[in-house]
């Protein structure tokens, strides 16, 4: 079967090109380090390591649900949202039941799938965004899970919650719907908030969120999910013992806690992304609004040749051959960096066709 494919780091790509000073703009992350108050939480933890954690993480559970004010019955946790990705499709996709996806996003959406034997049917994107009338006409009896990735992974578009109530209005009862908001807090507000807006009037419907991109915990594996509490039991019954360990625990309720904090950061990110954007686009690049903290570029068979340029003189990003490139936003520096390369690699591309021809 096919392997999930980790971004590239940093050292992959210096071993490999001969190069040191490599950045990776490659997996979505935050430039960095947590916030002080989270790794302090981690380390006060670190002293209990040889106890076994909560297995139901209650403490956190009650922290996010006071903090998202619902029932401490409407939140689950998992090993990074897509440790709940997973759970979602070992509670409910049995060998030739369907799975439903916008496609291109999100890479374990088939990985999984196919780990159960289901049957993964992906419904092309409408430019860059998801055709949610052609996902709801892809549903059908066999259809037992939909994934819709909001904003969409790779590209970064983005749907309304007004827009995903009618599509959700189309869809059985007993098929599950897994709103994957890992970007959530990149994305633009005035969309809505799935929780609020779509929890209540659908118990198929889980959302799905994580501390590892913008609260800056990738490394810990620590996500959430909010859904009405049958739901969220059913998805509880497939969680490995002690999936979310003490440390990743502590470190989401510190993140919690340090809420404005982050929001700032989040703050100086979106003025970064908002930059690189006006930036690129006055180079000439045409690409669709990110909502996310990385940027889609539709280079199409340029892609792999523009990502080796790109590596070989340390930046690592993320390419969907014969599609496009995924750059996250990373710090001020970091982004100069890419946008600078990125114009070294089109003008050394531009020359070496000339020549050619
Ligand atoms: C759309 C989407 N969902 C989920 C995840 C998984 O994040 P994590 O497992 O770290 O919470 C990612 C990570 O890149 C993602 O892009």
Redesign the pocket.
């Known amino acids: 079967m096919a392997s999930y494919r980790p971004g590239r780091d940093a050292a992959q790509a210096e071993a490999e090109h001969g190069i040191t000073d490599a950045i990776k703009l490659a997996?979505?992350e935050t430039p960095w380090p947590p916030v002080s108050s989270i790794v302090d939480a981690v380390r006060d933890a670190a002293t209990d390591m040889n106890r076994y954690a909560d297995h139901r993480a209650s403490v956190l559970r009650e922290r996010l649900a006071e903090w998202l004010g619902v029932g401490s019955d409407m939140i689950t946790v998992g090993?990074?949202?897509?440790?709940l990705?997973q759970q979602l499709c070992l509670s409910f996709v049995d060998p030739g039941d369907e799975v439903v996806f916008p496609w291109r996003?999100?890479e374990?959406y088939p990985v999984y799938t196919q780990l159960m034997g289901g049957r993964a049917v992906r419904v092309p994107l409408d430019g860059w965004s998801v055709d949610l009338d052609a996902v709801a006409a892809a549903v059908g009896p066999g259809t037992k899970l939909v994934f819709l990735?909001n904003p969409?992974?790779p590209t970064g578009t983005a749907l309304s919650t007004d827009r995903l109530a009618d599509f959700l209005d189309q869809i059985p009862g007993d098929v599950i719907v897994g709103i994957?908001e890992?970007?959530r807090e990149f994305n633009d507000p005035a969309l809505g908030d799935p929780v609020v807006d779509l929890i209540d009037d659908h118990a198929n419907v889980m959302v799905?969120r994580?501390?590892?991109?913008a609260h800056g915990l990738?490394g810990l594996?620590?996500?959430y999910g909010v859904a009405q509490a049958p739901l969220v039991e059913q998805v509880d019954k497939t969680m490995a013992p002690f999936a979310v360990n003490a440390l990743a625990q502590a470190a989401g309720v510190a993140a919690i806690a340090a809420e404005d904090e982050i929001r700032a950061r989040v703050d100086l990110l979106l003025a970064e992304r908002a930059a690189l954007v006006a930036e690129l686009r006055s180079d000439g690049h045409e690409f669709p609004d990110p909502h996310g903290n990385f940027l889609w570029l539709p280079f199409g068979c340029r892609t792999d040749r523009i990502h080796l340029g790109l590596e070989r003189r340390g930046v690592v990003t993320r390419p969907f051959s014969g599609e496009g490139i995924r750059v996250t936003v990373g710090s001020a520096d970091e982004n100069d960096r890419f946008r600078a390369t990125l114009a070294e690699v089109l003008a050394s591309d531009r020359q070496n066709r000339s020549e050619q021809v």
């Open positions: 997996s979505n090993a990074g949202s897509a440790g990705l996003s999100f374990v990735a969409n992974n994957d890992a970007y799905l994580t501390f590892s991109k990738a594996r620590v996500g």
